[in-house]
């Protein structure tokens, strides 16, 4: 007498099919838990502080001198490792740690009228003045605001709107904004910084006929942009309209550098020019 193996082959397809859920259930898992992972940095604290103290840009450095969650958010920048970050979240990393060690600087010096008072001697300033005092401490290592904004971020991420995005503490700086960076929002802060800077501070950029009178920190910094002169204003034709664009993009429009102001960006400043 014959004996059916249909009862075995079902089985033996019942546990095939198990199996494969299963696995399935684990890689789906796996993948999961991989994109949950990805790590990010945590820049509540100063956001909170920015929200609260900085106000068109213009920033009460007395409260972030009196606030315990600035010192918490300094601190805890050293325990970051950017090299687990992705380009996005790195980048924002490093231009919060620039602009919150910014206004440590003027916390710590208690400066009043202008960031370059900071390490003068006899009036002068030495070397690089407040850019080379060592107050960053930041992702395990202690460095200056020139290695950060030179060393690493210009020299690490090839993007240019950064120097929409970095405040050097003065009134011709672009304005710091009321929010920090994120990895997630990134992009879309850089272009609205890169908006009201260019478009909505007329005493640091402005056209004239066809001229565009630009911050000397575009100046200064116009390889980031290109090669040439044209180059700088093809990249900032995006942000204008119509002629104006236009004698950007082809290259037509002469570009000159305004004045700097030094003046530290306090609120008290603000209001003694009647700014706020």
């Known amino acids: 007498m014959l004996i059916s193996n ?6 033996r397809a019942i546990r095939v099919a198990v199996l494969c859920t299963l696995v399935a259930g684990t890689v789906a898992a796996t993948a999961s838990t991989a994109v949950q992972a990805q790590p990010t940095v945590d820049h509540q604290r100063f956001d909170a502080l920015l929200r609260q103290h900085v106000v068109n840009g213009f920033v009460d450095y007395a409260a972030f001198a009196r606030a315990p969650e600035f010192g918490q958010y300094l601190a805890s920048l ?5 090299e687990l970050l992705d380009d996005d979240e790195r980048l924002a990393f490093w231009i919060n740690a620039y602009n919150a060690f910014t206004i440590q600087l003027i916390v710590v010096h208690h400066e009043s ?3 370059r008072n900071i390490n003068k001697s006899l009036g002068v300033l030495q070397l690089k003045g407040p850019w080379s005092e060592p107050i960053v401490r930041a992702a395990g290592r202690r460095l200056s605001l020139d290695e950060v904004s ?4 210009r ?8 120097h929409f995005a970095l405040v050097c503490a003065a009134m011709s700086c672009p304005p710091l904004r009321s929010e920090a960076y994120t990895g997630a929002r990134l992009v879309e802060q850089l272009n609205d910084q890169s908006r009201r800077f260019l478009r909505e501070s007329p005493t640091k950029n402005r056209f004239e006929r066809r001229v565009l ?5 575009l100046t200064a910094y116009r390889s980031d942009f290109g090669p040439t002169p044209q180059d700088l204003g093809r990249a900032l034709a995006p942000w204008f309209e119509g002629a104006n664009k236009e004698m950007l993009m082809k290259g ?3 570009i000159r550098a305004t004045s700097f102001d030094w003046t530290l960006n306090s609120q008290a400043n603000a209001k003694a020019r009647g700014l706020r």
């Not at 050293?78 to 950017?82: I, N």
């Not at 030179?150 to 971020?153: A, M, P, Q, R, V």
């Not at 009178?213 to 920190?217: A, D, K, L, T």
Request: hydrophobic content about 40%; proline content about 12%.
């Open 6 to 11: 249909a009862p075995i082959a079902r089985w």
């Open 78 to 82: 050293d325990r970051v490792r950017p």
């Open 113 to 115: 009228e202008s960031i």
């Open 150 to 153: 030179h060393g690493i971020i």
């Open 155 to 162: 020299k690490e991420f090839g993007e240019p709107r950064i």
């Open 213 to 217: 009178y630009v911050s000397p920190i």
């Open 252 to 254: 037509h429009a002469l």
